[in-house]
């Protein structure tokens, strides 16, 4: 028997519906899987009253606008008691450490007490975004310091050659394929780069004057790029105290009379979406290995026990 038209829409309509409430049900069961093995949520995740923030800096250090507007708006937060600056980087852009020392150091101008803390490395501009704290904590095997710009290019033009290959460029200018990886610097080009190398280089010479309260002579003596341990860094002036979040959490309770008790508070730039999210995978998976534990499933098992 042959089926009319709209009874096959309407069909076509309610398996439709029908797939979508499945996925929102699975999605749902997920969900709430998740929360059940996950536990409670991390100290002080959704609620409100007095705290302090931990900024963490992990990894290479950009331009990320969203982290800075973060920062500036915890500085407006009337319940934040602190910040801590949780730093394990080796570096970055010179834009990006600029921008977040800037933010940092806005929350230190609006009265909040801030310390930094290094993690294993702390370096290049790793180091500039811990220069507003007011006291900064280093491992004695941290590596920090690195003082200094670099910029970096290769250039093949003798490769090129044996190849017989030649590349060409127009240019608006002498200097506007300066460097360029098809042919030497131009000594005209190296001077050029040198200079804002070294503008750069002042620009960060003047932080550590200001953030370390050192003469601009004995900043540049240090600001050769070496690299140093927290221990030399402590020696050098340019860190004050070997320790890590716990003696950070003591000063703030000496210093500033703030408990060592306070909730801490992770400042997290990704949305409320995005982190219920993320809790929820992490939670889904360390349930999945409770579960596979449980059976007697564990890497390097082929069959239950």
Known sequence: MALEPDLLLDRRRLKRQLGFWRGALILGAVLGGAALFAGPLPEGAGLGGEHVARLPLNGTITDNRDLVRLVERAGRDPQMRAL?????????????????????????AAGKPLVAVMGGTAASAGYMVALPA?????????????????LQSFEASELMDRLGLRAEALTSGPLKDQPSPFRPLTEQGRASLNAVIQDMQSQFVAMVVAGRNMPEERVRELADGRVMTGRQAVALGLVDAIGGEAEARRWLAEAHNLPTDLRLRDLDPRGTAER????????????????????GWWPGQLLPR
């Open 84 to 108: 801590l600056v949780a730093i394990d980087s080796p570096g970055g852009t010179v834009a990006g450490g600029e921008a977040l020392h800037t933010a940092i150091r806005g929350v230190r």
């Open 134 to 150: 007011e006291r900064i904590f280093a491992r004695e095997a941290t590596l920090t310091g690195s003082i200094g710009v670099i």
């Open 276 to 295: 219920v999210l993320s809790m929820a995978s992490i939670g889904l998976w360390e349930g999945g290995i409770a579960v596979l534990r449980g059976q």
